[in-house]
């Protein structure tokens, strides 16, 4: 193992952090950060859970919003969670998982306020795609990770993103969650509480179509499940089972000039062909929050029949990424992918020739 390697998933919603070679991380906690909504002259910002058991007296937002990364934010939010688990002064080496929104410029940036705020020795920053891959065991395949801000679908060839066949949809919990609460008649505008309420339902009740078409012809009652919270508000949900979470296939559905799933990966698969990378790609991995519903695996096996992929869910939706992470750092077979500190300071770059 490398020497004291923490490993860091920090997702939309919830980071994750642990040490290389075991098995899952050792804290999960909020991705939030906040600060007084009545502040006094001095300027206070909580993190991770803390912020969260507070949200109602705090402004509270998340490093990555809409494609946007708050990096000093991001940095004290890993940084609340390495002092949670007792590990700030003695972490050297670093995994950190990315989003597939962050370009090299991007993870360039990340890694000089890493590098300086941690005095650390090795970094490596790859895709969350790349990590959940490497978790199932496999170097080539496309990754769909369907999560909290929207989906990407990434191909992995021979262990790295194929960076044009790269794609995403902005629909992922954060457009589902209102969406479902106008299905159900209520207001789209929703208070952190409501959306939580509106997410317990859709996780509760919801699942992908196999078949939309097939779907829609089942009878309400065969359909029709109930959600009832701690202090017996109870709702009953028919169509809106499947509908909720159709619109990751169907963005029209509710006005979203955005492409569906279906679309994004039958433009994926072309690229790919075009360009003559389909040899040895012939698995769709799904990983992220919303791939952990029923129905998802055999959705998308019809929208891309004729392409010959198999199609399986990661082994732990959630994890998958930190998992990978945890894989690599782990193993001295992947040191070399690791940036030295004496490199990133010579050349300001993480990318080695």
């Known amino acids: 193992m490398i020497d004291c390697t923490v490993v860091v998933d920090v997702g939309s919603r919830i980071t994750r952090i642990g040490l290389a070679g075991e ?15 009545y502040p006094k002259e001095e300027k206070v910002i909580i993190y991770g859970d803390e912020a969260s058991k507070k949200r109602g007296i705090l402004k509270c937002s998340y490093p990555i919003v809409d494609g946007v990364i708050n990096i000093e934010n991001m940095i004290k939010i890993i940084d609340y969670g390495l002092e949670s688990i007792n590990m700030k002064t003695s972490v050297k080496n670093l995994v950190l ?37 490497i978790a199932e ?7 769909i990770d369907i999560g909290h801000q929207g989906t990407y ?7 790295k993103p194929f960076s044009i066949g790269m794609f995403k949809t902005p629909i992922g919990m954060k457009k589902i969650v209102p969406f479902t609460s106008s299905l159900l008649h ?4 929703l208070f952190s509480t409501e959306f939580d309420f509106f997410e317990y339902i859709v996780f509760s ?4 179509a196999e078949s939309y078409d097939e779907e829609i012809k089942k009878s309400s009652d065969s359909l029709s499940k109930t959600y009832c919270d701690p202090n017996s508000i109870c ?7 499947y509908m909720a979470l159709e619109l990751l296939f169907k963005p029209e559905l509710d006005n979203l000039e955005a492409k569906g799933l279906g679309t994004i990966l039958n433009e994926c698969y072309q690229v790919l062909k075009d360009n003559n990378q ?16 029923n129905g998802i695996v055999q959705r998308l096996m019809n929208e891309t029949k004729g392409y010959g992929f198999e199609v399986n869910k990661t082994k732990s939706p959630t994890l998958s990424a930190w998992i990978g992470g945890s894989i690599i750092g782990s193993k001295l077979i992947y040191h070399h992918l690791f940036t030295t500190r004496s490199h990133f300071i010579e050349t300001g770059s993480l990318i080695k020739d």
């Not at 209520?186 to 505008?189: A, D, K, N, V």
């Open 137 to 143: 065991g496999y170097s080539n395949g496309i990754v």
């Open 235 to 241: 709702i009953t949900l028919c169509h809106e089972t």
């Open 97 to 133: 998982t990315s989003s597939a929104i962050f370009d090299d410029r991007i993870k360039n940036d990340i890694a000089k306020q890493l590098f300086e705020y941690f005095e650390l020795e090795r970094l490596y920053i790859p895709y969350q795609a790349q990590m959940s891959l």
């Open 278 to 293: 389909l040899n040895g790609i012939d698995r769709i991995v799904v990983s992220g929050s919303l791939s952990s519903f």
């Open 153 to 159: 679908v990434t191909p992995i060839i021979d262990g």
């Open 186 to 189: 209520f207001s789209r505008e």
């Open 205 to 208: 009740c919801c699942h992908f």
């Open 23 to 37: 098995n899952e991380p050792r804290l999960e906690y909020r991705s939030l950060f906040g600060t007084p909504k």
